[in-house]
């Protein structure tokens, strides 16, 4: 079954503003509603601020049915200690069952290091990133107290109330290694910015070979996911602006060296408008972002998440609950959302 996601994105629209609209989101059809765990944002003009925890709660509060979660959050001991991680969601699916999961990642230097001043190599935040999530598992299932004496957290630790329901899971995932960690560890992985024929050929074929070297079951993921950046606007000029401030997510360096959010941006003046093209979903009608999400799908994916940084996020329901997602399962099987219609 193909499901859909959209983040809001916290970091580029005003999170009350936000909170407003996940109900209309989750009305037009969205499966999940997911959001990032950034201390600052990916570029300065527009920048804005939120808490992870606070803002996935207001998020729960005001929908139903949807799944929340973060996307994602680094459980590595800089910001997040596993524990932590593992106490917050599991609160959260006590107060919201079946509704919550949890997305990880080994971090960005302008979340971690600007807070905490500490930035290891990225050998050793895989290394945190895989022992992190081993750590969350056993809160969440050990029976009694535990010792858990690992190469980067040495805890002491019994969750009094577990989760009453299994909470996925989904790794991000830049290339094929640690998609094959998130095959090993987790239930899906996520990647931003990878081609569709990247998916195919590269990502889905790692994560399939770490999950059959699992004991987990090697059944279909659910979560084969693809984050597409996507500014919608029916001006098409104004959805070009839209993602223009964030080509910096086409930035390599933006993820492990650049700190500051406004030399972020200014790189990202330098991307050309093709490059944004080819990697963003930049569209001014509802048919435009069905075939670049179509392209994802018929690669392989099976999670297509909607990364917002349209201009005016409140034209975004409409054309997704009119559109967008009732075409898109219809087509592909999945439940249209009560009182959509296919345009």
Request: proline share 7%; with cysteine; charged share 25%.
């Amino acid at each position: 079954m193909i499901t859909f996601g959209i983040s809001p994105e916290c970091l580029c629209h005003d999170v009350r503003d936000n909170v407003r609209r996940v109900r209309d989101l989750e009305e037009a059809g969205f499966d999940y509603i997911w959001e990032g765990d950034h201390t600052l944002p990916w570029q300065h003009s527009s920048g804005h601020s939120a808490g992870i925890w606070a803002t996935l709660t207001a998020f729960l509060a005001n929908t139903e049915r949807a799944v929340v979660g973060p996307m994602v959050i680094p459980p590595i001991g800089i910001r997040h200690h596993p524990v932590d991680v593992a106490i917050e969601i599991a609160t959260l699916e006590l107060l919201y069952p079946g509704r919550v999961a949890l997305g990880v990642g080994t971090g960005e230097a302008m979340n971690e290091k600007t807070t905490t001043g500490f930035w290891p190599p990225l050998r050793e935040r895989i290394e945190r990133l895989v022992e992190g999530v081993e750590l969350i598992r056993r809160c969440w299932s050990e029976p009694d107290y535990f010792h858990h004496k690992g190469k980067h957290f040495q805890s002491f630790f019994y969750l009094y109330q577990k989760p009453s329901t299994e909470i996925p899971i989904i790794c991000a995932a830049g290339g094929p290694k640690m998609a094959r960690n998130a095959g090993l560890l987790t239930d899906g992985y996520v990647s931003v910015g990878i081609p569709p024929d990247v998916h195919r050929n590269v990502m889905q074929p790692a994560f399939a070979e770490g999950r059959k070297e699992s004991e987990r079951t090697a059944d279909e993921s659910r979560f084969k996911s693809a984050w597409v950046s996507t500014s919608y606007h029916p001006d098409p000029q104004r959805a070009l602006e839209g993602a223009r401030v964030y080509g910096g997510l086409l930035i390599p360096e933006a993820y492990a060296f650049i700190e500051d959010p406004r030399v972020i941006e200014q790189r990202a003046l330098l991307v050309r408008d093709e490059a944004m093209q080819a990697a963003f979903c930049i569209a001014s009608s509802g048919e435009q972002i069905i075939a670049q999400f179509e392209r994802f799908i018929e690669a392989g994916c099976n999670h297509v998440i909607w990364a917002d940084m349209s201009p005016d996020p409140f034209l975004v329901a409409d054309v997704c609950r009119n559109e967008v997602l009732p075409y898109l399962k219809k087509k592909y099987g999945s439940e249209v959302a009560a009182g959509a219609t296919a345009g």
